[in-house]
């Protein structure tokens, strides 16, 4: 899959899945506009796909900060020459939790949601008429707690990521017919940095948890990602690809 000449914007792209997501474009050919919060690891993401030899462009942004959000759109459309973005991935995302009766439950949901949720919504709206333009394509990062929850004290979590998916639906039946696709990628557990943290014993029983016995790695994604930008994908929109190693099915 060659992405040579296209222009695609990553958020969330300092580590993981992000990370993974915007390297594997680099590597078919892609113009790569990184963004996220950690300049450290930002750089390192950049360095990674300028060896690909990429053309990347790296913002520092905070996508729940309509000032940032608006300000990288102006640098990122200038940077790729007014021509635009070709493919948008919502990457960036949150997973804080709370008892819906703990004391910050509301301050917790308020986070989540302009992060996972309505910072999809601002930065969608501000790419459209490029994304239009160049009858580009969409896809939003979800989870399969838009499905079902998996844990207890994930209620902002789950609800914001059934309100991307369904977001994503009822864009894509808006965008169609402007030759605009729109898709979600739905993971379970995934090797990403916060996982790092916890230790090989706890991520082998989050791996118990899955049908496959195992947790999937960011690449693992990144290439689902690349197939649904693709022109292999161009008869899809508006639908949801799990990849959870069935996690689900191991609830049933």
Not at 96 to 116: F, G
Not at 134 to 152: M, Q, R
Not at 228 to 242: E, Q, Y
Request: aromatic content about 6%; hydrophobic content about 45%; proline content about 2%.
């Amino acid at each position: 899959m060659s992405f040579k000449n296209k222009v695609v914007l990553v958020t969330g792209a300092s580590s993981g899945i992000g990370a993974a997501i915007a390297s594997k474009f680099a590597e078919e050919g892609a113009s790569v506009i990184i963004v996220g919060r950690n300049e450290t690891k930002l750089k390192e993401v950049e360095a990674k796909c300028q060896r690909n030899g990429a053309k990347v462009l790296m913002l520092i942004a905070d996508v729940t900060k309509d000032n940032d959000v608006v300000k990288m759109m102006r640098v990122a459309i200038t940077w790729s020459g007014h021509w635009g973005i070709d493919i948008l991935i919502n990457n960036a995302g949150i997973a804080e939790t709370a008892d819906i009766w703990d004391e910050n439950a509301m301050e917790v949901y308020e986070r989540v949601i302009a992060t996972n949720l309505r910072s999809v919504v601002f930065l969608t709206h501000l790419a459209v008429p490029y994304l239009t333009k160049n009858k580009g394509n969409i896809i939003n990062i979800s989870s399969i707690g838009s499905f079902a929850p998996l844990s207890t004290g994930y209620f902002a979590y789950c609800a914001s990521k059934a309100g991307l998916d369904n977001f994503s639906r009822a864009i894509a039946l808006d965008l169609a017919t402007k030759g605009v696709r729109v898709n979600t990628v739905n993971p379970g557990p995934v090797r990403t940095d916060g996982f790092q943290t916890v230790g090989e014993e706890e991520l082998n029983k989050f791996g118990a948890m899955t049908a496959l016995g195992r947790i999937s790695e960011p690449d693992e994604i990144a290439d689902l990602v690349l197939f649904l930008a693709s022109d292999k994908a161009k008869a899809i929109t508006g639908s949801s690809f799990v990849s959870d190693n069935g996690t689900l099915l191991k609830r049933n």
